[in-house]
């Protein structure tokens, strides 16, 4: 069964850092990326990563300061987020699929992880 597991979320001042990890198991996927969900607002897309060209895409409004990678030998995707603001605030999730299609669309991701709290306190 395919899993997406979670972490590395947690409270930082505003200004601060956090990487975000999500292991894959039971197969590999054409791409990867996150979401988030501030509360009581839409899920949004935030970056991805194709996986076999490495090809990386990013939200304007974290173009610069977050940066995703991969490691093909742990199947494991990170969000390193730096120069946090307070408009991060919200669950992150991790999300998989097998489609080359956008990677911004909720609608190309068959697999989702659990989600990870970030905060980023003013």
């Known amino acids: 069964q395919v899993q997406l597991v979670e972490s590395g979320g947690g409270l930082v001042q505003a200004g601060g850092s956090l990487r975000l990890s999500c292991a894959a198991s039971?197969?590999?996927?054409?791409?990867m990326g996150w979401f988030r969900q501030p509360p009581g607002k839409e899920r949004d897309f935030v970056a991805a990563?194709?996986?076999?060209?490495?090809?990386?895409y990013y939200a304007d409004s974290v173009k610069g300061r977050f940066a995703i990678s991969r490691d093909n030998a742990k199947n494991t995707m990170y969000l390193q987020m730096n120069s946090l603001k307070p408009e991060d605030t919200a669950v992150y999730y991790c999300?998989?699929?097998?489609?080359?299609?956008?990677?911004?669309?909720?609608?190309?991701?068959?697999?989702w992880g659990q989600g990870t709290q970030v905060t980023a306190s003013s």
């Open positions: 999300a998989a699929g097998s489609s080359m299609g956008r990677v911004d669309l909720l609608s190309l991701y068959n697999y």
């Open positions: 039971g197969r590999t996927f054409s791409t």
């Open positions: 990563i194709r996986w076999n060209s490495n090809s990386r």
